[in-house]
């Protein structure tokens, strides 16, 4: 157990922002023969090769083509996950010179727990752009300062009295963090000038960036026999690591896929998102450089399977009542599928058989999630995937508590039994 938790935290450190995360996915599979292909290139596939690109730098795909047909039942196989994590990101001109203070403008991205986010030393990481060799196409670098570098102080106790019943947080007014405290020269323009500084640019180069802010402290193994996981961004790193070392182990027939998604955090609408063309893209460009026609490709979705891979609901102990009466999740207690009638969650009857029986052939601890009645819960990438390439897909992931606060917690069993649901399907042989 200990070298999955290690392999986990190691690969969550060196992936502070979606970008960073595609970068040491790509770095991952590298090490094991997957060969780089350029998105917008012209490809030339071979049977018995494994691939991976990146799509808008954020995004990930990986496949690895076995040797038989890729149009027989059964014989096309995904994973998906996501790359980005709730927080925040930091808007242009982000510098606030309040008496001698630097504080810096932000807005929020997806629905983080704003006051997990208080009093910790955090840093930032992402892309910033400069002028390339024409307008049209500009030179991107990925900084990340991985130093503690701003914080979001909260308000004292002595001026707030009644902070214990519960703070309503405004991002605009309470959430902008404190970087730096002037001796009397203050300029507006700090935050540029550390930016390109860091970049190894000058400011008059600097165009544009998307940076976001992350705990600066790392994650730790935990509890009195290390049976749990403390970490930032456990959503969604758990399942980027599972479907990249899942990949790297397959070698099965058909086609087997890992689809790394951007912005499921703020609903996937994006080009580097779940719910644009590029996964149905993808199956065509592959379909295709093999040989096969339109049917062939329809043929391979139609009998496929895919597993959306995200974190789910474990049951907390101190409130168990938010959790449906029937089915009970616990930390430890394996995989989770997740099913939901209004279909937020992506499932049908014969998916989960399917995983079911993919966990009991293999050994593999699974339980059961489903929302309360009364509670909308969650949604992720799973349903809107599947409208984009129709195939039959579930929900799985392993169960967490504190899900969007800056620091989450998980079982420290449940990853390998992740690890082992993802690589059985891609190396099932039906009969
Ligand atoms: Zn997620």
Known sequence: MYSEVFNLLDFIRKSPSPWHTAVTAGASLEDTAFSELDWRGQWSLEPGKSYFTKVYGSALFAFSIGEGSLIGKNSLRLAAAHTDFPGFRIKPTAGIIKDDYGLLNIEGYGG???????????????????????????????????????????LAIHMNKKVNDGIALNKQRDMLPLAAVFDGVADKNFWDEIIAAEA????DELLSYELNIYPY???CQMGIAGELISSPRLDNMTSVVACVEAIKQSHGNGLNVIALFDN?????RTKQGAASANLMQLLERIYECLGYNKTQLWQGINGGFMLSVDVAHGMHPNHPDKSDPTNKVLLNGGVVIKQSASQSYAS???????????????????QQYVNRADMPGGATLGSIASTQVPIR????????LGMHSAREVMGAS????LFELIRTLFNYTAV
């Open 348 to 366: 049908d009857a014969e998916g989960v058989a399917i995983v079911k029986s993919l966990c009991r052939e293999a050994g593999i601890a699974f």
């Open 264 to 268: 499921e955090e703020v609903g996937s």
């Open 217 to 219: 402290e790392g994650g």
């Open 200 to 203: 190894g640019i000058s400011t």
């Open 414 to 417: 449940d990853q390998n039994a």
């Open 112 to 154: 983080a727990i704003l006051y997990s986010w208080l009093d910790r030393p955090l840093s930032v990481a992402g892309k910033v752009v400069i002028q390339g060799k024409d307008a049209l196409n500009p030179d991107v670098r990925l900084i990340d300062f991985a130093r503690p570098l701003i914080t979001i102080p909260s």
């Open 393 to 400: 897909t579930i929900d799985v992931g392993v169960p967490i």
